[in-house]
């Protein structure tokens, strides 16, 4: 806990594929540790809610301030799930920066791309797959 809370930058992010059956997540905090991000934090959840964010970031809150820890986070970078994201500003304040994860950004692209049935125009036109690998470069770009 000592080590998250001297991180300014926290990563935050749930896996499915290796939770036990009784759980539908685990959910990891990672803090910033010589320079590297670390997994500090692992929480098997039965669910995936607001209700359940407020509570793993209140425990880890709270757990902190037990040890005395000064808790240094500023920022925050995860997933686009709108429930953590709500659950951060409750926990962390208004004044936590939020970034989203650029690797979760282009999986969601890719995901809308087989649920909107464009699969095929993208594995049959070369222009399309063009078009959508320059894409995820339209977020860095200011306009």
Not at 7 to 21: A, Q
Not at 41 to 52: E, F, G, M, P
């Amino acid at each position: 806990m000592r080590l998250l809370a001297e991180s300014e930058s926290i990563h935050t992010d749930g896996t499915f594929s290796v939770t036990p059956l009784i759980f539908q997540q685990l959910y990891i905090i990672m803090g910033i540790v010589n320079g590297a991000p670390i997994a500090l934090v692992w929480c098997l959840c039965t669910h995936k809610d607001s209700a359940t964010y407020d509570e793993i970031f209140s425990v880890v809150i709270a757990e902190m301030q037990a040890l005395g820890c000064s808790i240094k986070i500023k920022r925050a970078i995860l997933d686009f799930e709108i429930g953590v994201t709500n659950s951060l500003r409750r926990n962390f304040g208004s004044d936590l920066k939020i970034t989203y994860c650029f690797f979760h950004f282009t999986q969601n692209l890719f995901g809308n791309l087989k649920s909107l049935s464009l699969q095929k125009d993208y594995l049959a036109s070369k222009e399309v797959q063009v078009h959508y690998f320059f894409l995820p470069i339209l977020i860095i770009v200011n306009v």
